[in-house]
């Protein structure tokens, strides 16, 4: 329960209406949740606007209503509270509800189109080793501590977000890290947290179904490097171009990672093969468990990041060498027989460049690379036919599959895929929508040496057919047909 003045502290509050002195008893932004006591806020979504369901809300006793449209007739006895943008009072109202959480610890975002959830879980892992109690929110779990919860979004809404952050903060937790999705900045979910350090990775083709237009994508993200505060720090991948314009009008202290150029982190691989890479960080010479040019940048992030909040560097070397990888990015599966298989979330034209380029560099001319591969259903179109191409060129054998197809047909998206290839291309392509059969069938396909990789799920351990989420996870299906279960 909170005072609704110091829940509304912070929101640009254009008029109140009605009666002002309430006890809040939570917050919400669905009306089915709204019981009595409850502050309403209504949010204008992409599907349905919250405006439609304030009715709803005080008829299931709603005390407060927070909208940006008051309507023509409204009832006295609530008090009704008119902002100007309401997404962001969902956001400023949770954190003040909850006691503003992320003060409580340190608390250290990533965003970037790939590699978000690798370095925010390693982050976890590495200050879990160096003895600090850490809190998780990123694509496959959330942890508080040792506690896992369910993760639903990539970055949770206000509510959820701010009460996680403060059962953390409860329990003792000294850092938080999350993953800071697109979607999560364009919707102001990340709203009224205080962050003490960001870490931008890099920005391809992705998510263009919701933003339309890369400018809108870049702009989402960059949102939120400009709202940091001068004290945190904006660490930034300098192999992407688009680092610098990242760092543009951003107030928080400025730093740089790279692979390839001048930075104030470095990193460079001395070796690799598929049972892991050696690296030179910062002149320290390590051997880890994680394969590829992109897994080397995001462990290169990971030591910056435990730099700039003064980790004992040959303490975070020491744990990084003994991390293994996060699930379903890039894991390895081998077979009795000496088959590779490689599971990993690549879902986007650059994330399977960077994959299949990956083995390539790896595997010999006499070993083959079958790849696995489907786009998701009710998503952006426009990547399908890159995401095919890419995969042809870079494969000794590519099967087209199911991937999530929601609601459409999935012959229909394989069709889509299938724009991308020539000719010469189509000729070592096969269409396979069971995505099972697929599996079995690169496996059947496949001698000893040969590397498989099923691209796409990586972790999620469902497939999702109008609406029905089926159980399904690439790991499992390729253990069995490599005989490894």
Partial sequence: MAELEKILSGIDVISFFGLRQKEIENIVFDSRNVKKGSLFIAVKGTLTDGHDYINDAILSGASAVVCETLPDDYNRDICWIQVRDAAKALGIASSNFYGGPSARLKLIGVTGTNGKTTIATLLYRVFKGLGFKCGLFSTVCNYIIDRQLPATHTTPDPVQLNRLLSEMADAGCDYAFMEVSSHSAAQHRVEGLEFA????????????????????????????????????????????????????????????????????????????????????????????????????????????????????GKEVLTIISNLDCVPGRLEVIKSPEGITGIVDYAHTPDALVNVIGTINNIRSNNMKLITVVGAGGDRD?????????????????????????????????????????????????????DRREAIKTAVMLASAGDVILVAGKGHEPYQEINGIRHHFDDREELKKALSQE
């Fill in 197 to 312: 350090g960001a870490v931008f990775t890099n920005l391809t083709h992705d998510h263009l179904d919701y933003h339309k237009t890369f400018a809108n994508y870049l702009k989402a993200k960059k949102s939120w490097f400009d709202s940091l505060p001068e004290k945190a720090f904006a660490l930034v991948n300098a192999d992407d171009r688009n680092s610098g314009v990242m760092l543009q009008n951003c107030k928080a202290r400025p730093y740089t990672y790279s692979m390839r150029s001048m930075a104030d982190f470095r990193c460079t691989i001395i070796e690799q093969s598929f049972e892991g890479m050696g690296l030179r960080i910062m002149g320290e010479e390590l051997w880890t468990r994680f394969i590829g040019d992109y897994n080397a940048s995001n462990l290169l992030a990971v030591y910056a990041v435990s730099e700039l909040l003064d980790a004992p």
């Fill in 381 to 433: 179109k426009g990547k399908r036919p890159k995401m095919a191409r890419i995969s042809a060129d870079g494969s000794t054998k590519l099967i087209l599959t199911s991937d999530n197809p929601r609601t459409e047909d999935p012959e229909k998206i394989i069709d889509d895929m299938e724009e991308g290839l020539t000719q010469d291309l189509k000729k070592k392509t096969i269409r396979i929508s």
